[in-house]
């Protein structure tokens, strides 16, 4: 399809007399072209796919109420995410990253996973009793997909409940609320509060055997690059899997925007769901057109032709 608008554009300044016939030729085939809505057509495919991956961004935690701190209104004090989530910006100010990080851990303890990471974990349990496999690769690290009951997991952008040191590069798992004694009641998100300036000695500390080093969020930051063995786990997914679901990711942030165009090159379904067309849609075999929490439990609720275990 790029080739044929590539080419239209072209035609049009040297043969205007083809004008409308051009245009109609290029309305036809991108209406050919675009993706399919037809659920019933999805279905069929879903019952046969052995390894589903499926993708998930930003739009599938929205409707648990989870901020993204980008775009307008999308600050913590005065401050976007971009200002703080940052290896400089730790280096200068660890408390207040710190604060930020422990705001927003905080935060989802206050929200609960929705309908569309549930239909995720359910059809994940039932598909697994078929010998059948699905696996998450989310941008996302609030933990929700786990806390529905997702098994197999890749988060490509780490995880709030996630820490890693900065000495000794130890990733544990925290859980911990507050996560250090001198957090508590601190990272308010109202901008006039003032800096709780913990002692970088008492912010979190690796608890290995002789280390003690400042831990900080096992999250990736503006600058710096994705986990090399997680992409590869990534790329392994994308190459095996028969059916690929994208689910609320905007395609714009990179490598994840490149995932689901990449299965498609291999000739294998993809179905979008999503709020907003993006620009990878045309590329894929179908768009479901939604908030995720309704599109995607019909999906990918048990199809008759499944054994019941
Ligand atoms: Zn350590």
Redo the contacts with the bound molecule.
Sequence with gaps: MILLQFSTRTLIPQVGNCLRKTSKLKLTRIEMNRPSSDLAEFREIFAKAKHITILTGAGASAESGVPTFRGAGGLWRKWKAQELATPEAFGRNPSRVWEFYHYRRELMLSKSPNSAHIAIAECEARLSKQGRKVVVVTQNIDDLHKRAGSKNVLEIHGSLFKTR??????VTENYKSPICPELAGKGAPDPNTEDAKVPVENLPR???SG???L?RPHVVWFGETLDSDILTEVNNELDICDLCLVVGTSSVVYPAALFGPQVAARGVPVAEFNTDITNASKTFTFYFKGRCGITLPPALARHESEVIF
């Design positions: 040191c900065t000495n000794c590069n130890n690796c608890k290995e280390c003690n080093g831990l």
